[in-house]
């Protein structure tokens, strides 16, 4: 699976847009970017997923470049409660193993 | 609906006693993984099991760990004569199947700790 690389930390101001970025300059073409998060060392909780268009949901918005050798998750108007590590994981479609790396911590400040 | 359950949330143990852990997935998910994550790091895939079936064993290691997902009942993640090194949070997540679109939802996790 593709490595992907996250900045370790980031401060977002409550009610702001969270732009939270993730390389996988080696990622394959069926290879789908998911992005989780994690609150407190609790279970990871699913966010989004895409594999070349952009994405939106009720949580964030799914940005994926041109060459799909980045993206951007956005949270359009961030709360205390987003506060948590956030993880970018690359995955083989049709396959089943999540390969996490350390994720970003995202502190929003009040 | 309800999401996917771990008991127990907290276990403590001695060095050399077993660990159980148990994970039930949610209603209508066949298929079940186990993850560990130790402090300060990201979780790492442990076990990926169906029904009666272990599908892929390749993080488990290779000593002292098992798992089990029979006909009836939750998934088992079983640590004999556990270690302090193996104190760590184990989470169990499950998908309806294994393909394209199946994202896994993960459970609470079970915190364990070795004295």
């Known amino acids: 699976d593709a490595k992907t690389t996250q900045p370790t930390s980031m401060d977002c101001a409550e009610g702001r847009a969270a732009n939270l970025p993730c390389n996988h300059s080696?990622?394959?073409?069926?290879?789908?970017v998911y992005w989780y998060r994690q609150i407190h060392s609790q279970g990871p909780q699913y966010i989004i997923h895409?594999?070349?268009n952009n994405e939106t949901n009720e949580m964030a918005s799914l940005i994926i470049t041109e060459d799909r050798k980045s993206s951007t998750l956005i949270l359009p108007h961030a709360t205390l409660r987003d506060t948590a590590v956030y993880y970018c994981?690359?995955?083989?479609?049709?396959?089943?193993?999540?390969?996490f790396g350390t994720g970003t911590r995202l502190k929003v400040l009040a | 609906n309800a999401g996917v359950m771990q008991n127990p949330r907290h276990l403590v143990r001695r060095r050399g006693q077993e660990a159980r852990l148990r994970c039930s997935p949610m209603?209508?998910?066949?298929?079940v993984y186990w993850y560990r994550q130790l402090p300060e790091e990201g979780l790492k895939f442990m076990v990926y099991?169906?029904?009666?079936?272990?599908?892929?064993e390749s993080g488990m290691p290779k000593e002292r760990f098992s798992a089990e997902f029979p006909k009836e009942g939750p998934s088992i993640l079983r640590i004999q004569q556990v270690v302090r090194g193996d104190s760590a949070a184990y989470f169990c997540?499950?998908?309806?199947?294994?393909?394209?679109?199946?994202?896994?939802?993960f459970g609470p996790g079970t915190r364990l700790t070795v004295t």
């Open positions: 994981i690359v995955r083989v479609v049709g396959t089943y193993k999540y390969i």
């Open positions: 209603k209508g998910h066949s298929h």
């Open positions: 099991l169906q029904k009666e079936n272990i599908i892929d």
């Open positions: 080696t990622i394959s073409g069926n290879e789908y």
């Open positions: 895409g594999l070349k």
């Open positions: 997540a499950s998908s309806p199947a294994v393909g394209t679109d199946y994202e896994q939802y």
